[in-house]
Nanobody, 124 residues
Framework: QAQLAESGGGLVQVGGSLRLLCAAS??????????LGWFRQSPGNEREWVAS????????FYADSVRGRFTISRDNMENKMYLEMEGLKPEDTATYYC???????????????WGQGTQVIVSS
């Protein structure tokens, strides 16, 4: 099946911005048929859901902690999904993972495999 790879993480000052990329490669079920989303996890904390987007891109969902600061989007022609992060806070520091599932509801309770993720560090 197609692989998902995260990139775009880095070190940023409080209040800064980053754009994370999730790129799909390989063959399998069409990218445009999957609901997609982002999770994050920092040391000592549970993995938490951040945002999701429907297969068509017509519906988006956000955790309360990031709503108004983060924007999830996708480009089905390029097989890419993005997370635009603005107004970054120290609590946003985590490793971010992109995942796919049948629906956005299924994705919020994702129990599948995880990739390597991309690390975001927000310094005070």
């Amino acid at each position: 099946q197609a692989q998902l790879a995260e990139s775009g993480g880095g070190l940023v000052q409080v209040g800064g911005s980053l754009r994370l990329l999730c790129a799909a490669s390989g063959s399998g079920r069409a990218f445009s048929t999957w609901a997609l989303g982002w999770f994050r996890q920092s040391p000592g904390n549970e993995r938490e859901w951040v945002a999701s987007i429907s297969a068509s891109g017509g519906a988006t969902f956000y955790a309360d902690s990031v709503r108004g600061r983060f924007t999830i989007s996708r480009d089905n022609m390029e097989n890419k999904m993005y997370l635009e992060m603005e107004g970054l806070k120290p609590e946003d520091t985590a490793t971010y993972y992109c995942v796919r599932d049948w629906t956005t509801k299924d994705l919020m309770n994702y129990e599948g495999s995880w990739g390597q993720g991309t690390q975001v560090i927000v310094s005070s």
